[in-house]
């Protein structure tokens, strides 16, 4: 009865079963968590909002995740709940539908938690420094970031506020964070999880993915997301397998790629170390590895921050202060003219961050500049695709960090955009090449910050993702470690 | 590539983003040393090379023009509007 929301899912999922608790009881270990350490993490927003009780899916269903409260990321649409993407110009935004994932989950028999998680407003960032309402801090030191842009679901399940969350991941969005806070995050495969209901950033980059305390968890919550849908036109028509058949502890002939470009001079020497180790121990269970060259591997930053933006420039026009959200001088709706209105609301209502990614992205896109950037970056993108390819022919998978650093301090890159893109080395070529990729707990640092494993995978399959993830953790305790809040 | 200020106010405009003095002052910098990082692809042979504008290999998915029944009510459709009247959204004058 005592501390439920320490558990993961399929815990209380065993305990739901053999009718020891209620799922109401959840729900309460949980709030009860919030209001006691959230001012500290600042892991929600409109927190003041959430009701009691929250309305608990009672119907059996093909009732999977039985009552199981889920944490969702400000930017993914739910019925009637405001969804704000964190940011100013969409402020009391209460959209009229549900996302697919939300959908799916509460066929599922998930309850659908009443307050979001924080972000990077639109997803822009990789420290949750950009949301509207303040950074999120690091359960494991407070006057560190949790990451980004999906920093809030990151933070609230490392901090047990969360039993299992969402988030997406457009660059390293989910796994970076994830990295950040000890925990675990998958971006699928490009194409495996619906976008509809997902408030765009890049279109051909964005996947919403699992945060979660384990990969078992992990696992559960991608059956449940995963899968073709009409509504979603880049959503693709491949049967969803069951992950946790994955869930085997037995990496024997699994051929791992090194890549020789992501271990270089500037990365913390810490998390090359821990590295090391991780994989030694992957081999000591019988995988087997080599070195490899993913040679693009230095343009990919490059190539994300011109495609991305350009994307996001186009996504982002239809926040105009017109249907929905922040209008600029609503009182005054008659003495401007239309265009005004645009360049006020959209002036005042965007971040920083917003407005430069927008920029840039008008820039890359405009005449005279189109060819020089824009289609020269997707020839790029081409040729890191390739490599990717190239790989795959002849291994299982590829092992990097997830980032180059541990967590740095609040307000450490923030005023230098570039070093902020940079921390993003690692992640952003799956997003770019459309594959599968998870970042799990592999150590901490000597002052105590987790240090996350990435494993990348070809298309489709996360099948291997989570044999790999699963026989690793088993034979470590990293996810059994909590932060002293 | 250099990037001038009078660019990135025109940008701006594109854009419909109003930014103050201060503002367009930091973000032409902060522009500029991206912009410089970003050359950094001008060094690759990209002779030949196909862009890949999205990642699968599916084109052109269509459905029936059948519609499917489920439309938003009026009332849904508007309900997050700074300012509606009747079945509009109310916007400040178009036409000069």
């Not at chain 1, 949301?131 to 801090?137: A, C, R």
């Not at chain 1, 060819?371 to 390819?389: C, E, G, M, N, P």
């Not at chain 1, 070529?429 to 599968?436: D, K, V």
Request: proline fraction near 5%; glycine fraction near 6%; aromatic fraction near 8%.
């Amino acid at each position: 009865m005592a501390e439920l929301n320490k558990l993961t899912a399929h815990e209380l999922i065993e305990k739901l079963n053999n009718k020891e608790i209620v799922a109401e009881e959840i729900l309460s270990a949980l709030k009860k968590r919030i209001r006691e350490v959230d001012s500290k993490v600042k892991a929600y927003v409109r927190l003041n909002k959430i009701s009691e009780p929250a309305n608990l899916r009672t119907k059996e269903q093909e009732n999977k995740l039985k009552g199981i409260p889920v944490s969702i990321k400000d930017n993914i649409c739910t019925d009637g709940l405001n969804t704000e993407c964190c940011s100013k110009i969409l402020e009391g935004f209460r959209p009229p539908y549900d996302a697919t994932v939300i959908k799916r989950l509460r066929q599922a028999g998930a309850a659908i938690l009443d307050a979001k998680t924080n972000m990077d407003e639109f997803a822009f960032g990789s420290s949750t420094e950009n949301s509207f309402f303040g950074p999120t801090h690091n359960p494991w030191d407070l006057t560190c970031v949790p990451g980004g842009s999906s920093g809030g679901s990151a933070a609230a399940v490392s901090s047990d506020e969360a039993i299992l969350a969402l988030g997406s991941d457009t660059g390293g969005s989910i796994r970076q964070p994830a990295a950040f806070c000890g925990v675990v995050g998958l971006k699928p495969t490009y194409g495996r999880v619906s976008r509809f209901g997902l408030i765009a950033f890049a279109s051909s980059l964005d996947q919403i993915g699992p945060i979660t305390k384990d990969v078992q968890d992990c696992a559960l919550l991608m059956n449940v997301i995963s899968g073709y849908d009409p509504r979603d036109c880049t959503s693709v028509n491949i049967k969803v397998p069951d992950y946790t058949k994955s869930l085997v502890n037995d990496v024997k002939g699994i051929k791992i790629g090194i890549p020789k470009e992501y271990f270089i001079a500037g990365m913390d020497p810490e998390v090359k170390d821990i590295l090391e180790e991780a994989i030694n121990q992957l081999k000591g269970l019988g995988a087997t590895y080599k070195e490899i060259s993913l040679p693009h591997t230095e343009y990919a930053v490059a190539v994300y921050y011109i495609i991305a933006t350009a994307e996001a420039s186009s996504n982002l026009a239809r926040f105009d202060g017109v249907q929905y959200g922040f209008r600029s001088q609503k009182s005054e709706v008659r003495s401007q003219n239309l265009i005004d209105m645009y360049k006020k609301t959209r002036g005042n209502g965007f971040g920083q961050e917003a407005k430069r990614r927008i920029i840039l992205g008008t820039f890359v896109l405009s005449h005279g500049y189109y060819d020089a950037y824009y289609l020269r970056a997707l020839k790029v993108r081409t040729l890191i695709k390739q490599d990717f390819d190239q790989t795959f022919k002849e291994f299982d998978c590829i092992i990097t960090p997830t980032s180059p650093t541990p967590a740095f301090k609040i307000g450490e890159k923030i005023e230098d955009p570039l070093k902020m893109y940079l921390s993003d080395i690692y992640t952003i070529s799956a997003n770019l090449a459309g594959i599968p990729a998870i970042s799990v707990p592999c150590g901490f640092t000597k002052k105590g910050l987790p240090v996350g494993l990435q494993i990348l995978a070809k298309p489709f399959n996360e099948e291997m993702l989570f044999r790999l993830a699963y026989a690793y953790e088993q034979n470590t305790s990293w996810h059994k470690m909590k932060p002293k809040l | 590539m250099a990037i001038s200020k009078d660019t990135v106010k025109y940008v701006a405009h594109l854009a419909r983003i109003e930014l103050k003095p201060k503002e367009l002052e930091k973000l032409s910098k902060q522009l500029q040393n991206i912009l410089d990082f970003i050359d950094k692809l001008n060094k690759i042979n990209i002779e030949n090379i196909a862009p890949t504008s999205h990642i699968l290999p599916i084109n052109n998915v269509l459905r029936e023009d059948i519609a499917s029944g489920e439309s938003l009510p009026i009332d849904k459709a508007l309900m997050n509007a700074p300012e509606r009247q009747a079945h509009f959204f109310v916007v400040p004058k178009v036409i000069e």
